[in-house]
């Protein structure tokens, strides 16, 4: 990993959920080297911790914002959050 660690919990709306937003994640999560966690929310949203070097963050909040085909993102709204929260791989969990 370059540069600075960092964490942020993302929440992402639109229609994020029944596209493969999870698996996509998890995918591009893993390809930058970060850890944490996806999950699908009640509300139709998705959840993710990310974790990682700030250049990798950076990028994967970017890509949020195109998703995997068939998504169609309205807002990701990062917070930030604490790298020792991130699991040492990144995970599926709901």
């Not at 999560?29 to 950076?58: F, K, M, Q, T």
């Not at 994967?60 to 995997?68: V, Y």
């Amino acid at each position: 990993m370059s540069g600075s660690s960092k964490a942020v919990h993302v929440h992402v709306t639109g229609r994020v959920q029944g596209v493969g937003f999870r698996v996509w994640t998890q995918r591009e999560a893993s390809r930058l080297g970060l850890r944490g966690w996806v999950r699908n929310e009640p509300d139709g949203s998705v959840s993710v911790l990310i974790a990682g070097s700030n250049e990798a963050v950076a990028k994967m909040l970017k890509a949020f914002w195109q998703g995997p085909s068939g998504a169609g993102v309205r807002r990701v709204e990062p917070k930030p959050a604490d790298p020792s929260d991130a699991p040492m791989d990144f995970d599926i969990t709901g």
